[in-house]
């Protein structure tokens, strides 16, 4: 039980990422505020976790706004005590080529993948700087690294690495780490538009992954079950791609540039 006696909040903890980090994070023993804007989502992931024996609370919160998230956490400190684990996970990336992305989507986009981070992080640090101690992880995406389309979400995403490496720094003097985990892409309902016009679509995103498959959930969980414990106790400021080796590199890229070179895959 890693997180005995912790209190956990997860954004967007009502479905895909959020819903499986809420539940490890309980069954590691954290108390866990699951905090979405979908409320009836949010009470489905508590109320699995009280089914579990874990203790957890839903809280409807838009983490674009401040009042609100203000709210969340006074809950969560009313029910559990003050928040020691902060998971970013809450975002939205809206397809649409650039020429046509509106103002509204762009702005719609950054706020809840950007500025919900920042709203969440100066709301629960606070109570971290008092206590000395505190976690913020940011879920990312190999988009805030390398290009991957979603322009406004992606920008919005290399903003996430900034605000990760300026929190690490201004806060660890005050014994709160921050990191960011960079995904690459997971099977979640985040996809299922997609996966409507492109029932292929996983397959074909597959042959560009080193390791030969997408990323489940539980692939990030593990890494993010690691970055929040005090097994990481050292490590503040970090950006972990969990990606199946995507941003290593392209293999066929490299075959191509190699004339000649032999075609090494399976
Ligand atoms: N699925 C992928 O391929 C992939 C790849 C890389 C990174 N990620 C990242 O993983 C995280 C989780 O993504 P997912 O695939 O589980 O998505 P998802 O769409 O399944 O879940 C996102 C959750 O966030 C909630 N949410 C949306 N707007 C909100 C708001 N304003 N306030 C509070 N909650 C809000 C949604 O209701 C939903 O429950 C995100 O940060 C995403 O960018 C996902």
């Known amino acids: 039980m890693r997180f005995q006696g912790r209190v956990a ?3 967007g903890g009502g479905s895909g990422l959020g819903r499986v980090l809420a539940r490890r994070f309980a069954a590691e023993g954290a108390s866990v505020i699951v905090a ?9 992931v508590a109320d699995e976790i009280s089914e579990a024996g874990g203790r957890s609370l839903a809280h409807t919160t838009d983490v674009t706004d401040s ?3 203000e709210a969340m956490v006074e809950t969560a400190r009313e029910a559990f005590g003050p928040v020691q684990i902060l998971v970013n996970n809450a975002a939205r990336a809206t397809d649409a080529d650039f020429l046509d ?3 509204e989507t762009w702005e719609e986009d950054v706020a809840i993948t950007l500025k919900g981070p920042f709203l969440c992080s100066q709301a629960v640090l606070a109570d971290m700087t008092e206590n000395r101690s505190g976690v913020i992880l940011n879920i990312a995406s190999v988009n805030a690294l390398t290009y991957f389309g979603n322009e406004a979400y992606s920008a919005a995403k290399a903003g996430i690495l900034s605000l ?5 720094v201004r806060y660890g003097p005050f014994g709160v ?3 960011a985990i960079a995904p690459g892409t997971l099977r979640t309902p985040a996809w299922e538009q997609r996966r409507q016009k492109d029932p292929e679509v996983f397959e074909r995103v597959s042959k560009w992954y080193p390791l030969g498959r997408i990323g489940e959930p539980e692939d990030v969980a593990g890494a993010a079950l690691f970055l929040a414990s005090d097994e990481a106790a050292w490590i503040s400021g970090a950006v972990l791609p969990v990606d ?6 392209n293999l066929q890229m490299a075959q191509e540039i190699v004339i000649g070179s032999e075609d090494h895959t399976p």
């Open 9 to 11: 909040v997860i954004t």
């Open 36 to 44: 979405d804007v979908v409320g009836h989502s949010a009470t489905a």
């Open 67 to 69: 009042s609100g998230v």
């Open 101 to 103: 992305l509106s103002e």
């Open 164 to 168: 990760t490496r300026s929190l690490a």
């Open 177 to 179: 780490r921050v990191n």
């Open 244 to 249: 199946g080796g995507l941003t290593a590199g």
